[in-house]
């Protein structure tokens, strides 16, 4: 069994030209919207997880393994546990300079399957999310797409004023540049290859995580996304699961009441990249730099970010726990830590 998760823009948040729709109408290839404009009217995706019984990652059409992992509501719908899903078709979509990649999510609810579309997931880098507002004409479709879920747009990690430590002590993220050497826990200092951002609207999925400091080390509160992850070292780590530190996501803190969701409505996410994928210090926390996958890397598609075009791949820098496996180790750290008085449950 293999879990991840997907991130989608619903059909309610975008106009197509010519009264189109997303929904298939051709055996469920796309060619009906090639010629046509999309404009999304707002870029607010929401995060689906997906179990796939085959044990592969790879997101794909005619895949009856792929199943939602728990009752979620897509683009205002309610869909059960265990509804089937698949990449239905491909459309690549330009504004004339840039191009993205982008694919048709279907819950297989309807007769025929492809007679409903919920939405389109983007290939690419994390935050390389089309802009609102602009109308983006389809110049081609796919069928049978198959991406690994690791080739999907995420969001960008670091919400503004978050402290990484530098050569030159610590530099808010959103202040950081090309070339600014940042301290890694394996490698000393590294110099910066790439930083982006990604104005969102925090809601759904994209709520921010707050860690509440001393948590994990940090000095500070620290906030990020609800996929980035943080270095744990505890004897829990090694009771559990046979290592001496694992990344977990930051909702994994949330689900264990270590950590909160943010009440704030907007944020502009940050993020930066190094040679490899590293360990950081944010807040004074053991936090990770950007992960480029070779499902990422290389992509044909002109991604929002070009540099990330031609970032090669990189192994992961520490094994990194599922959303419920961090869970329980944060669920089991706390009832160690609590027994010796040594951390609070954080509240909201």
């Known amino acids: 069994m293999a879990d991840y998760s997907i991130y989608v823009l619903g059909e309610s948040q975008l106009t197509i030209s010519g009264g189109e729709q997303l929904d298939g109408i051709t055996q469920g290839d796309g060619s009906h919207l090639v010629g046509q404009t999309i404009t999304f009217n707002t870029v607010n995706p929401t995060e689906v997880f997906i179990s796939d019984a085959g044990a592969d990652t790879d997101f794909r059409d005619n895949d009856g393994n792929q199943r939602l992992n728990g009752d979620q509501t897509i683009d205002g719908t309610p869909f059960a546990s265990g509804a089937r899903v698949e990449a239905e078709y491909g459309i690549t979509l330009t504004d004339g300079t840039n191009t993205w990649q982008a694919v048709g999510f279907n819950v297989n609810n309807s007769s025929p399957s492809y007679a409903t579309v919920e939405g389109l997931a983007f290939i690419g880098g994390p935050g390389s999310f089309p802009p609102a507002g602009v109308p983006l004409t389809v110049i081609s479709a796919q069928e049978g797409p198959n991406f690994d879920s690791s080739a999907y747009v995420t969001p960008i990690c670091y919400a503004p004023g978050t402290l990484i430590e530098t050569q030159h002590g610590p530099v808010a993220v959103e202040d950081l540049a090309i070339g600014d050497r940042v301290w890694t826990l394996a490698n000393g200092f590294q110099p910066v290859r790439w930083v982006g951002r990604q104005s969102v609207i925090a809601a759904g999925r994209f709520r921010m995580v707050t860690i509440p400091a ?135």
């Open 214 to 348: 001393g948590t994990l080390g940090n000095t500070a509160p620290l906030c990020v996304s609800q996929q980035h992850r943080l270095l744990v070292a505890h004897p829990s780590v090694e009771l559990l699961f046979g290592m001496d530190q694992v990344f977990v996501p930051a909702i994994s803190l949330v689900d264990a009441g270590a950590a909160v969701l943010s009440p704030a409505l907007t944020v502009t996410y940050h993020h930066f990249m190094l040679d490899r994928h590293a360990i950081v210090r944010a807040n004074g926390a053991l936090s990770e730099s950007l992960l480029v996958s070779a499902a990422q890397s290389g992509t044909p598609d002109a991604l929002f970010f070009p540099e990330l075009q031609r970032a090669r791949p990189m192994p992961i820098a520490q094994p990194a726990l599922t959303r419920r496996e961090g869970a329980m180790l944060m669920h089991e750290m706390m009832r160690v830590d609590r027994d010796r008085g040594l951390i609070h449950t954080a509240r909201s």
